[in-house]
């Protein structure tokens, strides 16, 4: 369990330093944007993206001192399953950082930028998929009768409309993540499911 947190903290780090590059990639855009409607939009990835990074620097300490307690790492720990709980949604924040990337790069298409967004969506699908793996494993080491890595909302997403979808940009289908099917006999994690431990 100790090496896929460490693999976790690993993933959100570089997703951390990878936002920030993003970050300084739109600064300029918003500020030479043509109307207030280009601004309005960057705007508002930039701003979310902001308390992504928010969110990771609270949480990457905490599992950090996690990391160096192995005696933390217990399902007994409510202190630990909140950890995991918002682990969890950090995949979450993942997906949407992968979305707003495939969105730049219509953007920055033929640009001097295009290739750092390309090198930063293709690690942000590696480590997507790398978090749902991870989170699975964490799932069976702990044996607890629910599912951190099953279906989310997020990946139910990924299999509906598919003729509302665009086109990915720089990988093709095959190498997009998978998503099991929920087989009905294990309860699903739920944002506040661990909160009444």
């Not at 699908?125 to 749902?132: H, L, V």
């Amino acid at each position: 369990m100790h090496d896929t947190l460490a693999e976790v903290s690993a993933i959100l780090d570089r997703s951390k330093e990878a936002l920030s590059q993003f970050q300084t990639i739109l600064e300029p855009t918003i500020e030479q944007a043509a109307d207030d409607h280009e601004r309005l939009y960057w705007h508002h990835i930039y701003e979310e993206e902001e308390h992504r990074f928010d969110r990771l620097a609270a949480l990457l300490p905490k599992l950090g001192e996690a990391l160096a307690d192995e005696a933390f790492l217990s399902r007994e720990n409510s202190d630990f399953l909140r950890l995991l709980q918002d682990i969890s949604l950090e995949k979450f924040g993942l997906h949407n950082f992968l979305e707003h990337l495939d969105l730049s790069l219509f953007h920055y298409k033929g640009t001097e930028h295009e290739p750092t967004i390309a090198a930063l969506r293709d690690m942000t699908a590696a480590d997507y998929q790398q978090m749902k793996d991870a989170l699975e494993v964490l799932n069976r080491a702990l044996d607890v009768p629910v599912s951190f890595a099953a279906a989310t909302p997020t990946d139910e997403k990924e299999n509906q409309k598919e003729h509302l979808k665009l086109a990915q940009y720089a990988a093709p289908p095959a190498a997009l993540p998978s998503v099991r099917p929920h087989d009905g006999t294990r309860r699903q994690l739920t944002v506040g499911s661990l909160k009444n431990r």
